[in-house]
């Protein structure tokens, strides 16, 4: 709507603040007053928009801020997009008519201008790019990890030969992190995965009559698959991420780079005891799991089904073999190998920004989890093909 020339048009206003027009031949007059301050009821600049946008004769705009009381960033916000349509529409602004200080701020908004790709743009991509996509980043993460495998191989031939080492006492202090620290979670994980293989068999073997046969499907499965699995599991989460975000952080702090200044391996110093420190626990973890899981199984057999005590550890001990522990013993010693390089390879390869020590940590943990799982089910292929 155009308004006649002196009429005054007020378009909104609130307690402490408020703004209204006056057309004055080509010019419009926008007078503001009151308190424009964060936190306080403002009245909506739409109409004005709307005004500027819809009066086709109008050719410049000026500011009346004489009633102006308190105010702070929320004016200039206002008054930016006051000059943002003013601009689109063609309408020149006199901004010496705003308050000094004000000009100095939109001075300064306007020092540098916005970057023209700061927006992130939706892009439809097909679904043959998308796959293309997915190969390339495959094939730049099987490179890295072949990259970071063949430096621990060869600083843990550097480190045999004595031309790199790493502190003794550091090795003791991740096996106390990754082992006894560790028991509590695995005694809960591992009694509960126990009591659950008892009340899954029992269901199917009470049908026959055969309930003593859970003690066979407890061990056999708590020995050969799941005490290593799930430790290993219970280790991704706990320790594999703690290593990616103690090297994120160092990385971040540039301590990796100090310890290259003085000449240091940070494969050797850092990423080989915490490797040993996996495989020298992981064997000693998946024992004490194996024992927790035969004893949460008992609990259910010989509570809760007609098997004594002395029949649950009888029918244990004639289905476990050596083989069986051994079996779970090269399996955890595996699966911590593969937990420390995924935490130590993404905590190595971390950025260096405390949002990159996050994504570090929580890919370390996915990277570790996919491995286990796939070289779990290899090593089961393997050693049901030879019998074992």
């Known amino acids: 709507m155009i308004q006649s020339d002196n009429s005054p048009l007020i378009v909104n206003a609130v307690a402490g603040a408020s703004i209204s027009t006056v057309r004055r031949q080509q010019t419009l007059e926008v007078a503001i007053g009151g308190d424009w301050v964060l936190d306080a009821p403002v009245p909506p600049l739409e109409p004005v928009l709307t005004q500027i946008e819809s009066d086709t004769a109008l050719k410049s705009l000026v500011f009346a801020t004489a009633g102006l009381g308190r105010w702070d960033s929320m004016l200039v916000t206002e008054v930016v997009k006051l000059l943002d349509c003013a601009n689109r529409c063609g309408v020149a ?58 430096e621990m191989a060869l600083s843990t031939l550097a480190t045999l030969r004595g031309q790199a080492h790493f502190r003794r006492e550091d090795l003791w202090l991740y096996v106390q992190e990754c082992g006894p620290s560790a028991l509590p979670i695995v005694t809960l994980i591992s009694l509960l995965v126990g009591l659950i293989l008892a009340f899954v068999g ?4 009470s049908l026959f009559g ?121 399996k955890c010693a595996v699966f911590g190998i593969l937990i420390a390089l995924s935490g130590c390879m993404r905590g190595m390869q971390c ?38």
């Open 93 to 150: 602004v006199d901004k010496t008519t705003l308050p000094l200080p004000i000009q100095n701020l939109l001075a300064l908004a306007a020092a540098v201008p916005e970057r023209i790709d700061a927006h992130r743009q939706q892009q439809s991509v097909s679904w043959h790019e998308a796959m293309h996509a997915a190969w390339l980043g495959a094939l730049r993460e099987s490179r890295a990890m072949l990259l970071f495998v063949g």
């Open 202 to 205: 029992a269901v199917q073997l």
């Open 210 to 330: 055969a309930q003593i046969y859970i003690a066979n499907l407890v061990s056999l499965g708590m020995t050969r698959e799941m005490g290593g699995l799930m430790t290993a599991i219970i280790m991704s989460g706990r320790t594999g991420a703690a290593y990616a975000a103690q090297l994120g952080t160092m990385h971040v702090n540039s301590e990796i780079d100090a310890l290259r200044t003085m000449n240091l391996d940070p494969m050797a110093f850092l990423v080989l005891p915490r490797m040993l420190a996996l495989i020298l626990i992981m064997p000693l973890l998946c024992l004490y799991a194996d024992l927790m899981g035969i004893i949460g199984g008992g609990l259910v057999t010989v509570n809760f089904f007609d098997v004594s005590l002395t029949e649950y550890v009888d029918r244990t001990a004639s289905a476990v073999k050596m083989k069986d522990f051994t079996i779970g013993f090269v």
């Open 351 to 388: 950025g260096r920004s405390a949002s990159a020590v996050g994504e570090a940590g929580t890919s370390a943990v996915v990277t570790a989890i996919v491995f286990i799982v796939v070289a779990d089910s290899v090593m089961t292929i393997i050693c049901n093909r030879l019998g074992i």
